[in-house]
């Protein structure tokens, strides 16, 4: 896989990606490592600033903005990625069936793709609220029916162009069932772009879902969550500004790396990309050189 590699000498994806193990760990790893329960109430602490037993200090019911603020991952992120991970399985599904045996089954399936994208993400996520109520597991719910028809075109898009390969062709001709091929060949190819729009959507349903919770139609008190931790911050945001800090830098932070990892890894899809976005640098570079070299003389 040279597009793996290429992504991994690439030293600002390597640092985003580790960055995202690492928060991705604390999330799973919440109990053992947060200092105290998020949930605790302790309102002679109130707006009580940073100490060694409160590194970040407390919020306006004196809870540990740290130890929320490290629960806070699990539904910013992990269960964000889970989300993606499933609308990914179904899109993919959807799309490697429709690419690759075409005829009516695939205008049947891309039809029905279309009237799923005809409704905007947005709206379709507050109409499943709107029925179903607020919270966290129905705004995952959203995420996936409005996601997986969106990859399912993309992927539908990539398989069909794998499967005119002549290795393919070759492969049907000497009887290789049509599970192998797929699995087997026309998957292995398919991965790297089935990555590269997957990360791209990660960053974006970061957003919303800590948008959504900032809205107070996400996840419910007492549990944490970065958005809601906004939320809840915005009316002391000029007392006490610190109470926003630590979960904007969060979301600022998660979504940068996962932006950066997203680009990384389509650059190392398409080397061609990399080197057109150098040439605007070495134009600059060439021009700044011209210019020093005629004020010298």
């Known amino acids: 896989m040279k597009w793996l590699k290429n992504a991994l000498h690439d030293k600002v994806a390597m640092a985003s990606f580790t960055f995202l193990v690492l928060i991705a760990a604390a999330g799973i790893f919440a109990p053992f490592l947060a200092p105290h329960d998020p949930k605790a109430v302790h309102m002679d602490m109130r707006f009580a600033p940073a100490s060694w037993e409160y590194p970040l200090g407390n919020d306006q019911l004196g809870r540990c903005v740290l130890s929320r603020l490290i629960y806070g991952i699990r539904p910013s992120l ?33 039809r029905l793709c279309d009237v799923m994208l005809s409704f905007p993400g947005y709206v379709m ?57 797929m699995t087997r060949h026309i998957a292995l190819v398919a991965t790297p772009d089935i990555a590269v729009i997957a990360s791209s959507s990660l960053g974006s349903m970061i957003l919303q879902i800590s948008g959504f919770s900032f809205l107070g139609l996400g996840i419910q008190a007492p549990n944490a969550e970065w958005g809601m931790m906004l939320s809840e911050a915005r009316e002391v945001m000029f007392s006490r500004p610190e109470l926003m800090l630590a979960p904007g830098l969060a979301i600022v932070l998660t979504v940068c790396a996962v932006n950066f990892l997203a680009d990384a890894l389509q650059t190392a899809l398409d080397p061609k990309l990399g080197r057109s976005r150098q040439k605007p640098q070495a134009l600059v570079s060439a021009l700044d050189t011209g210019i020093s070299g005629k004020s010298g003389r």
């Open 78 to 110: 992990l269960w964000v990625l889970a989300a993606l991970v499933l609308s990914v399985g179904i899109g993919g599904i959807v799309g490697f069936v429709a690419g690759y045996f075409r005829g009516r089954l695939d205008a049947v399936l891309m």
């Open 125 to 181: 996520t507050l109409a499943i609220i709107g029925i179903m109520g607020v919270g966290l597991e129905n705004i995952l719910i959203a995420f996936v029916l409005s996601k997986w028809p969106w990859f399912a075109r993309v992927i539908r898009t990539s398989v069909r162009q794998y499967a005119e390969a002549d290795y393919v062709r070759f492969a049907k001709a000497i009887g290789i069932s049509d599970w192998q091929i």
